[in-house]
Nanobody, 120 residues
Framework: QVQLVESGGGSVPAGGSLTLSCAASRTIFSIADFAWYRQAPGKQRELVAVTSKIGTTHYDGTVKGRFTISRDNAKNTVYLQMSSLKFEDTATYYC??????????????WGQGTQVTVSS
């Protein structure tokens, strides 16, 4: 019943900006840790940024200072604001939700992915 719907991907020149959105089910939004992952062709899926339900954030060193993860409680939406984009940022970006509702109970959810292409 939980769904993550991503949008905002596209093609931009190096140095440009793009914002990705992840609309999540209302039932889990307030109790989930959200993250953005990305996967480039031939590479492992890697963690980009995390925003926890208690307000903490974490960024991979390659995007720190350029990307910002945030969440809008009213819209049940998580965002990834990307600036100063590099060719190396080209990948499919995935929204991820981590829900721990009770001790010993944990559920993980993935979005379908949205493509980001940065031209050099």
């Amino acid at each position: 019943q939980v769904q993550l719907v991503e949008s905002g991907g596209g093609s931009v020149p190096a140095g440009g900006s793009l914002t990705l959105s992840c609309a999540a089910s209302r039932t889990i939004f307030s109790i989930a840790d959200f993250a953005w992952y990305r996967q480039a062709p031939g590479k492992q899926r890697e963690l980009v940024a995390v925003t926890s339900k208690i307000g903490t954030t974490h960024y991979d060193g390659t995007v720190k200072g350029r990307f910002t993860i945030s969440r809008d409680n009213a819209k049940n939406t998580v965002y990834l604001q990307m600036s100063s984009l590099k060719f190396e940022d080209t990948a499919t970006y995935y929204c991820h939700a981590d829900v721990s509702s009770d001790p010993g109970l944990r559920s993980l959810y993935w979005g379908q992915g949205t493509q980001v292409t940065v031209s050099s």
